[in-house]
C-alpha cells in the first residue's frame, strides 16, 4: 500500500485525528501541545499520529495536504 493511502485510511477511520510531533502525554513542539491541549479542553476524542516515527509519512503528508507544517488536524475527514 502507498502512503496516500495509509493517510486516506487513516483520516476515514477517526473522526478527529492530528498528526503531530510526539504524543498527547510527549509533545516534542509547542504547536503539537496547545493543539492537543485545546482538544482535551473541549473533552473531544481524538486519535493522533507521531509523524516523528515515520519519515514517509511525514513527507506524504506534506504533499497530500499541500501544507507543509505540523499539526496538522482533520475532522470528518477535512
Known sequence: MDIKETIKEQ???NPVLI?????PDA???G?????TQILMAC?????????????ELREGLKVYSSWPTY???YVSGE
Open 19 to 23: 498528526y503531530m510531533k510526539g504524543s
Open 11 to 13: 483520516i476515514a477511520a
Open 71 to 73: 499539526p496538522q488536524l
Open 27 to 29: 509533545p516534542q513542539c
Open 43 to 55: 473533552g473531544e476524542r481524538f486519535a493522533f499520529v507521531n509523524i516523528l516515527d515515520n519519515q
Open 31 to 35: 504547536f503539537s501541545s496547545q493543539a
